[in-house]
C-alpha cells in the first residue's frame, strides 16, 4: 500500500515539474518575438480582446473593404482604374487606398511602409469619421527611396488586414507618371 501511494505522489510531483518546465519555455520564447517584433517596427498583436486598444481579428478584417495601391485617388478618396498600378518612380506618390463604410467612427487605421531589406521607412495612422466611405494614405516624399521592393502594411488597432506590395523602379515602368506630370 505505501508503495502504491508513494509511486502516486511521484507522478503528481512529475507532472506538476514537467507543466512547469514548459511554462518556463514559452516565457523565454516571448521576449524573443517581441524583440523581433520591435526590429521591424511592426505592432504587436495584443492577446485578448479586453483592452480597449485591442481590436478583434474578426471584425479588424471586416471594417476594410476593397484596399487598392496607385498614384493618385479621386473626389472620394478611392484610387480610381487608370491611377491603378504598383510600379512607382522614385519621388512618385503612392497611395494605399481602402473602403472603411463598415467601420466605427474613431476606429485607428494605421498603414506601415516598408522598403528594402524590410527598412521601415514611413507610418501614419488615420481615424474613420462617421460617415466616411473611403480612407486614403500617401506616401509623397519618396524622392529618397531606392529602386527595390516595398510593401505597405494596413493594420487597424493591433490587427493587420492587409498588405500591398509595389516597387520603386525607372521612371519609364512606373504607374501613371506620364499621365501625372501632364498636369503639373
Known amino acids: 500500500m505505501k508503495k ?6 511521484a507522478a503528481a510531483v512529475a507532472s506538476v515539474l514537467m507543466l512547469s518546465g ?6 523565454s520564447e516571448a521576449p524573443t518575438a517581441a524583440a523581433d517584433t520591435a526590429a521591424t517596427g511592426t505592432p504587436a498583436e495584443q492577446p485578448g480582446t479586453e483592452s480597449t486598444a ?9 471594417w476594410i ?25 522614385p519621388g512618385q ?11 466605427p467612427a474613431d476606429a485607428a487605421v494605421k498603414v506601415i511602409w516598408f522598403g528594402p531589406n524590410e527598412t521601415k521607412v514611413g507610418e501614419e495612422t488615420k481615424n474613420v469619421t462617421t460617415g466616411q466611405k473611403y480612407l486614403d494614405f500617401a506616401a509623397t516624399d519618396t524622392k529618397s527611396w531606392k529602386k527595390g521592393d516595398y510593401r505597405a502594411e494596413v493594420w487597424v488597432g493591433d490587427e493587420k488586414v492587409n498588405e500591398q506590395q509595389f516597387n520603386v523602379t525607372d521612371a519609364s515602368k512606373a504607374a501613371n507618371l ?3 506630370s501632364d498636369r503639373g
Do not use: W, Y
Open 54 to 62: 485591442d481590436t478583434s481579428p474578426v471584425n479588424a478584417q471586416t
Open 65 to 89: 473593404d476593397d484596399v487598392t495601391i496607385g498614384a493618385g485617388v479621386g473626389a472620394d478618396g478611392s484610387i480610381p482604374a487608370d491611377k491603378l498600378g504598383d510600379d512607382f518612380a
Open 93 to 103: 506618390e503612392v497611395h494605399v487606398a481602402m473602403e472603411v463604410g463598415d467601420a
Open 178 to 180: 506620364g499621365e501625372k
Open 22 to 27: 514548459c511554462g518556463r519555455e514559452e516565457a
Open 4 to 9: 502504491s501511494v508513494s509511486l502516486g505522489v
